[in-house]
């Protein structure tokens, strides 16, 4: 289960989209994103880190905040955004309660 902080990703996503690139190869994907692709995974990167540092561990909650911020389904990146989220926001203390990470198709964006 990858696990990350807004401290350690959202600078990386920052300084990536600092490059002036038409195409990005994430390490999780065999597929390139496009730039607008890189800046709206940045965008939702952005948000649930900020809902986790905000709800803390209640996934349900900063899911569905999340879902009506972003105004259309979500889909496996952002679930697995926040559960990364949580996971790093957890890390510091014992061990993630695998209950809360139903979602047994993530990919994660680095191991």
Known sequence: MPSYTTI???????KFLRYDADYYLP??????MTRR???EF?????LAGRMVEDE???RE????ILQAKIGTDLNS???????????GLNK???????TIFPHDTLTGLHR
Request: charged share 25%.
């Open 37 to 39: 692709q890189m800046e």
């Open 77 to 87: 990146d952002t679930y697995e955004l926040v559960d990364g989220f949580i996971a």
């Open 27 to 32: 390490a999780h994907d065999p597929e390139p």
């Open 61 to 64: 909650s900063i899911l569905k």
């Open 56 to 58: 803390g561990l209640d």
């Open 92 to 98: 510091s203390g014992d061990q993630v309660d695998q």
């Open 8 to 14: 350690e990703l959202l600078p990386l996503l920052d």
């Open 42 to 46: 940045t965008t939702i990167a952005n």
